[in-house]
């Protein structure tokens, strides 16, 4: 089992910038590829960004690529999402999520565990 608790959320003004950390613990000996993903009011939950195992390897959703980045410190058994430039429709609930293996993915049921999520409010 591995549990996650997210921070880093807030109240930001459109163009600011956030980070958001995901730390890990339970049976972070073994290897995990990690994920975030947001859910916005009335719609469905969303891919924002990924990474491998090792790091080596990201991907993001169209609508965050050039302002987001994802990356990860296993010594620190932490997940970050460094949020530049941010927008209005960028208001969500994050979360992030971790899979077994090493290889990240873009879908949401390739995730065993969740974090219970952090709120991003992005006002113009």
């Known amino acids: 089992q591995v549990q996650l608790v997210e921070s880093g959320g807030g109240l930001v003004q459109t163009g600011d910038s956030l980070r958001l950390s995901c730390a890990a613990s339970?049976?972070?000996?073994?290897?995990?590829?990690m994920g975030w993903f947001r859910q916005a009011p009335g719609k469905e939950r969303e891919f924002v960004a990924a990474?491998?195992?090792?790091?080596?390897?990201?991907y993001y959703a169209d609508s965050v690529k050039g302002r987001f980045t994802i990356s990860r410190d296993n010594a620190k058994n932490t997940v970050y999402l460094q949020m530049n430039s941010l927008k209005p429709e960028d208001t969500a609930v994050y979360s992030c999520a971790a899979r077994p293996g090493t290889m990240a993915v873009l879908s949401a049921y390739s995730y065993n565990y969740w974090g219970q999520g952090t709120q991003v409010t992005v006002s113009s």
């Open positions: 990474i491998s195992w090792s790091g080596d390897s990201a």
């Open positions: 339970g049976r972070t000996y073994s290897t995990y590829a």
